[in-house]
C-alpha cells in the first residue's frame, strides 16, 4: 500500500509540472491573451518556492536534532533542489522504508517523512493549482459561454446561425481543456486524502489508546477493504468540495474581476484566526507557528486539515456551515452580476455550484456514518478546533 501511495504521488507530481507548464505555454501562445495571464507565472513559481523553504526549516530542525546528519551536502541538496522539494522528501521516505524491516524505528521516520511530504504537497496545490485551477475555470468556462452553449445544444446556436448553419471553426472546448481541470482537481484531492491518511497513520503509533475503539470494526471487514471505503470516500468528499470553491472562486472573479479578492482575502483572515486559536491552545504562538497559520489559511480556503487528535466532527461541521455560506454568497453576486444578461451560464451556474458542494457534503457524511475508524461526535470544544491533545505535524519547533 505505501509503495502505491508513494508511486501516485510521484506520478502525480511529474504530470502536475508538465500540465502547469503547457498551460502557461498554451496562455503565452494565444492570440488573444487571456486578462492577467503572468499570474500563472506566479501561481507556478510561488508555492513550489515556498515549500522549498518551508522544507529548508524542516531540514534545519532535523539538523539539530540528529547531529548534524548528511551535514553540508544535505545543505546543498536541499537548496539546489529548493524548487523540487517534495522529490527530496520522497527518495527520504524510500530510504527509510527499505530500512524499516531491519529497524522499526526507521517505519515511524518513513511515516514522518511521508507527513511532511504531503505537508509541501499542500502548500504546491492548494497555494497553486487552486488558484490556477481558478483562473482556467474563468478563462475557458464562463468566458467561452457561446462556444459552451455551440457545444451543448448545436451549431445553431452561434451568433448569426440558423438552424442549418455550419460552424466553421473547431470548437476550443476540447477533450484537453476538460482533462486538465479534472486532473487539477483530482490532485488537490489526492494530496489532501494522502495527507490525512499518514497523518492518522503516525498519530496512532504516538497515541495506540487513540485507536482500541476500532478494533471491533477490524474484527467485521478486512484490511483491504476498510482501507479502500475510507480513501474512496475521502477521496470523493474532497473532490466534489474542492471543485465547489474552485467554482465559486471563479464565479465572482468572471463576473466582478478582483472584488473575488475581498471574499478569499476575508476568508482567509477567518483562516488564520481560527488557526491561531489551535496554536494557543496547544504550545503558544511564536513566529514561525504565526507564519505556518498565515500559509495554512490558505490551505483552508480549499480544503480542512486535520492534525488534531480526538473528536473533530464539531470542527468540520463549522467549517462546512462557513463553505456554505460562502457558496451562497459567491452565487448572489454572480445573479447580481449576469441577471437578464442571457448568458449560456446564467441560471446554471449557481445551480451547479450548489449540486457540486452537496455532493461533496454527502460524500463526507457517508464517510463519517460509514467508513470512520471510530465513533465520530461533537466535544464540547469541537467547535474551536482546540483539542486537548492536538499534535502538529507542521511546526514542532519550541525554539523559534
Same mark, same amino acid.
Given at each position: ?41 506566479? !501561481? !507556478?513559481?510561488?508555492? =513550489? ?5 518551508? &522544507?529548508?526549516?524542516?531540514? =534545519? ?20 533542489? *529548493? ?19 531491519? +529497524? ?36 475557458? @468556462? ?36 476538460? !482533462?486538465?481541470?479534472?486532473?487539477? @482537481? ?38 483491504? *477493504? ?27 472573479? $468572471? ?6 479578492? *475581498? ?7 477567518? &483562516? ?21 497559520? *498565515? ?10 486539515? +486535520? ?8 470542527? !468540520?461541521?463549522?467549517?462546512? $456551515? ?12 454572480? &445573479?447580481? $452580476? ?8 446564467? @441560471? ?23 467508513? =470512520? ?15 486537548? &491533545? ?11
Amino acid at each position: 500500500m505505501d509503495g502505491v501511495w508513494m508511486g501516485l504521488v510521484l506520478v502525480s507530481y511529474l504530470m502536475g509540472y508538465a500540465v502547469q507548464i503547457s498551460i502557461i505555454a498554451e496562455r503565452y501562445s494565444l492570440e488573444e491573451p487571456p486578462t492577467n495571464r503572468s499570474l500563472y507565472i506566479v !501561481f !507556478f513559481l510561488l508555492p =513550489h518556492l515556498l515549500a522549498g523553504l518551508k &522544507n529548508l526549516q524542516y531540514h =534545519h530542525r532535523e539538523a539539530e536534532e540528529e547531529e548534524g546528519e548528511e551535514g553540508m551536502t544535505g545543505w546543498l541538496l536541499h537548496i539546489l533542489l *529548493l524548487p523540487f522539494s517534495p522529490l527530496i522528501r520522497l527518495g527520504r521516505a524510500l530510504k527509510f522504508g527499505l530500512r524499516e524491516k531491519e +529497524n522499526w524505528e526507521d517505519g515511524i521516520r518513513f511515516l514522518d517523512e511521508m507527513v511532511t511530504l504531503g505537508m509541501l504537497r499542500l502548500f504546491e496545490v492548494f497555494l497553486g493549482d487552486a488558484p490556477t485551477l481558478t483562473m482556467l475555470v474563468r478563462d475557458d @468556462v464562463w468566458g467561452r459561454s457561446a462556444d459552451w452553449a455551440v457545444q451543448t445544444n448545436g451549431p445553431q446556436m452561434g451568433t448569426g446561425c440558423g438552424p442549418m448553419c455550419a460552424v466553421g471553426q473547431e470548437s476550443p472546448i476540447s477533450f484537453w481543456t476538460v !482533462f486538465r481541470m479534472l486532473f487539477i @482537481v483530482s490532485r488537490m484531492a489526492l494530496s489532501m486524502t494522502f495527507y490525512l491518511v499518514m497523518v492518522k497513520r503516525l498519530q496512532r503509533l504516538g497515541a495506540p489508546a487513540q485507536i482500541q475503539h476500532c478494533r471491533r470494526g477490524k474484527r467485521k471487514q478486512g484490511p483491504a *477493504l476498510t482501507r479502500a471505503s475510507r480513501f474512496s470516500s475521502l477521496y470523493s468528499a474532497h473532490f466534489f468540495f474542492i471543485g465547489s470553491r474552485i467554482m465559486g472562486y471563479s464565479m465572482v472573479s $468572471a463576473a466582478w474581476g478582483p472584488w473575488v479578492y *475581498l471574499i478569499v482575502g476575508g476568508h482567509w483572515l477567518l &483562516n488564520i484566526g481560527w488557526h491561531l486559536i489551535t496554536v494557543v491552545n496547544s504550545k503558544g504562538i511564536s513566529p514561525t507557528r504565526s507564519v505556518s497559520s *498565515l500559509v495554512m489559511g490558505g490551505v483552508w480556503l480549499i480544503s480542512l486539515t +486535520n492534525e488534531q487528535g480526538g473528536r473533530q466532527l464539531g470542527r !468540520f461541521i463549522l467549517y462546512y $456551515a462557513l463553505a456554505f455560506t460562502e457558496s451562497v454568497v459567491c452565487g448572489f453576486l454572480w &445573479n447580481m $452580476a449576469m441577471a437578464g444578461s442571457g448568458d449560456f451560464f446564467a @441560471v446554471k451556474a449557481p445551480w451547479a455550484l450548489l449540486t457540486v458542494f452537496m455532493i461533496g457534503i454527502l460524500a463526507h457524511m457517508i464517510y463519517y456514518a460509514v467508513c =470512520h475508524p471510530g465513533s465520530p461526535s461533537i466535544s464540547s470544544r469541537g467547535f474551536l478546533c482546540c483539542s486537548g &491533545n492536538r499534535w502538529d505535524p507542521v511546526d514542532e519547533d519550541d525554539r523559534a
